[in-house]
């Protein structure tokens, strides 16, 4: 079992950058991969970019790779998303994800969900 919590959601103009946060509790954290996922509205939840479980390996989404990094500190349970040069287009909520294992594009791999954090790009 893991609980995450998202965090460092909020109003930025296009251009600026933000930088989410997601603190994990209960399983080792280490034994995770993780993921970044985003749902705008009237869309489907989709892959932003995910992470090994040692952080060696990280995979993004065409839409923002080159804009957006992964990272993890597993010494604090928590894996980040920063994200540079933002669009209108990456509004949306963004929830942190977990699953055992390799990391994975795929939404259902996951096993254990944050509540999500809302991003808003102005224009």
């Known amino acids: 079992q893991v609980q995450l919590v998202e965090s460092g959601g909020g109003l930025v103009q296009a251009g600026g950058s933000l930088t989410l946060s997601c603190a994990a509790s209960?399983?080792?954290?280490?034994?995770?991969?993780m993921g970044w996922f985003r749902q705008a509205p009237g869309k489907e939840r989709e892959f932003v970019a995910a992470?090994?479980?040692?952080?060696?390996?990280?995979y993004y989404a065409n839409s923002v790779n080159g804009r957006f990094t992964i990272s993890r500190d597993n010494a604090k349970n928590t894996v980040y998303l920063q994200m540079n040069s933002l669009k209108p287009e990456d509004t949306a909520v963004y929830y942190c994800?977990?699953?055992?294992?390799?990391?994975?594009?795929?939404?259902?791999?996951?096993?254990?969900w944050g509540q999500g954090t809302q991003v808003t790009v102005s224009s």
């Open positions: 994800a977990a699953k055992g294992s390799s990391a994975s594009s795929y939404a259902y791999d996951y096993d254990y």
């Open positions: 209960g399983r080792t954290f280490s034994n995770c991969a």
């Open positions: 992470i090994s479980r040692s952080g060696s390996n990280t």
